[in-house]
Each structure stands twice: as C-alpha cells, then as structure tokens.
C-alpha cells in the first residue's frame, strides 16, 4: 500500500488552496454585506472598493498567519505588498481575459476558468517569492 507523505512545499501549497477558498468565500459575503449595507447610501464604485480593501486584508492576515506563517519582516510592507500582488493579478486577469475572449474567440466559460487558474498560480508565487519572502 502507498502511504502518502507530504512535504513542506505541499502542505503549503495544501494550505493556500483550503485559505484561498476561505478568502473567496469571504470576499463574497462582505460584497453582498456592504452592498446591502451601504447601496443607497453610496456609488456602486465606492462599494466595491470598500469590499476589496475588506476582502484584500483578510486574504492577507490568512496567508500571513496561516499560510506562509511568516512573523519576519515589516507588517506594513507585506501589506503592501499584498495590495501590489493582487492589483498586479485582478490587471493580468482582465487582460487575459480580454485576450481569450476578443482574440483567441473563446467562450466566456473557458476563459474565466483559465483566469482563475492563472491568477491562483500567480498569486501563490508572487506571495511566497515577494510578499512574504
């Protein structure tokens, strides 16, 4: 019988995909929440920022403190850094986006999911290789 172990390189990778569920899932609800909080009292842009800046911060705390386990460095940077790795990831996306879809003729279907693919690779690399290095 096989008996599987897995490496340090795989339990993290093993812990940012069950984070990274958590966070999208987060990211969700605290959209629908400020959005039915807030809808007639303020623009649709603004609530969408507030929900991101919301959303961003927990997924940085989660992949801080669960994922990377890194307590190294300055606080204020990471989180910066956090807001450049994902700001660098949502521009490739849509761009990538656009490129399946205006280019490459590709159904809306197939091309998110090559997206959300893309953007989970990168944000696991430039995260290990930049914000939490």
Not at 33 to 51: A, E, M, P, R, W
Not at 58 to 63: G, R
Request: some cysteine; proline content about 1%; charged content about 10%.
């Amino acid at each position: 019988m096989f008996l599987f172990i897995p490496n340090e390189d795989t339990k993290l990778k093993i812990r940012f995909l069950i984070t990274g569920s958590i966070n999208t899932i987060f990211g969700y609800v605290c959209g629908v929440t400020v959005y039915n909080s807030f809808y007639d009292k303020i623009s649709i842009l603004l609530i969408g920022l507030i929900s991101n800046f919301l959303s961003i911060s927990f997924s940085f705390l989660t992949n801080k403190f669960f994922v990377f386990k890194n307590s190294k460095g300055s606080f204020f940077l990471q989180y910066l850094k956090s807001f450049l790795t994902q700001g660098l990831v949502i521009i490739i996306g849509v761009a990538t986006l656009w490129f399946c879809i205006t280019i490459l003729d590709l159904s809306i279907y197939i091309s998110q999911g090559f997206v959300v693919g893309i953007s989970i690779l990168l944000l696991f690399i430039l995260h290990k290789k930049f914000t939490f290095k």
